[in-house]
């Protein structure tokens, strides 16, 4: 069964406190994982696609990478701005629709 | 560009009550899908559909909840009769095969 954990569930860093946060999958052949953006009252907004192991990806502050296992998004100097859900998908294993985790929520404090 | 366009944002409802929600997709995007997203569950696939044909509806919880395309640029989800148990966001987003996906704002449905 295709399956996105997601972990920490909930993470707060100050403000120029990097970190990472993880994604890990079980997907029988591997066609993309995605990395969405959520903020409250908001559609998921799409930030990367990773394909394929060793893969990385970068966004001003936001970097991505993805093992056979795993993804993680790495956040440099985090601001305010910052605090959002994070959000991880795989395509399933059969046809285009995401399979998502359930989320990090991210607060970034002054 | 407008992107993915979805009403009513917000529907107050009571139990037993037919609730329809609407989207239009992106112009060109050939995959609509239609999400729900809870505290406890996350966001959950309903169905989707490829070139206004519906692909995989294993996720619609049971025959109170139906959707149709009827063309390249409408959706609509329905739920008859609602329940309290319905109460979440839904999401309809589109894309191009295997791209992402561009969602909409969402409907948030409670139903009382």
């Known amino acids: 069964e295709d399956q996105v954990t997601q972990s920490p569930e909930a993470l707060r860093l100050q403000e120029g406190e990097s970190s990472s946060l993880n994604c890990s999958y079980t997907v029988s052949g591997l066609r993309g994982l995605f990395w969405y953006r959520q903020d409250p009252g908001k559609g998921p907004e799409f930030l990367f696609t990773?394909?394929?192991a060793g893969e990385e990806k970068e966004k001003e502050r936001l970097k991505a990478t993805l093992t056979k296992k795993e993804s993680f998004l790495h956040i440099t100097a985090p601001k305010p701005e910052d605090s959002a859900t994070y959000l991880c998908?795989?395509?399933?294993?059969?046809?285009?629709?995401?399979?998502f985790g359930k989320g990090t929520s991210l607060l970034v404090t002054p | 560009d407008a992107g993915v366009i979805q009403s009513p944002r917000h529907e107050v409802t009571e139990m037993g009550q037919e609730v329809t929600l609407r989207c239009k997709p992106i112009s060109g995007h050939d995959y609509l899908f239609w999400y729900r997203q809870t505290m406890m569950r996350g966001l959950e696939l309903l169905i989707y559909f490829n070139n206004n044909v519906p692909i995989d509806d294993s996720g619609m919880p049971e025959d109170r909840f139906s959707a149709k395309m009827p063309n390249a640029s409408f959706s609509t989800l329905k739920i008859q009769p609602s329940e309290p148990r319905d109460s979440a966001v839904y999401f309809c987003?589109?894309?191009?095969?295997?791209?992402?996906?561009?969602f909409g704002e969402g409907s948030r449905l409670t139903v009382l």
């Open positions: 998908a795989v395509h399933l294993t059969r046809g285009y629709a995401l399979n």
């Open positions: 990773l394909y394929s």
């Open positions: 987003a589109s894309s191009l095969a295997r791209g992402e996906l561009f």
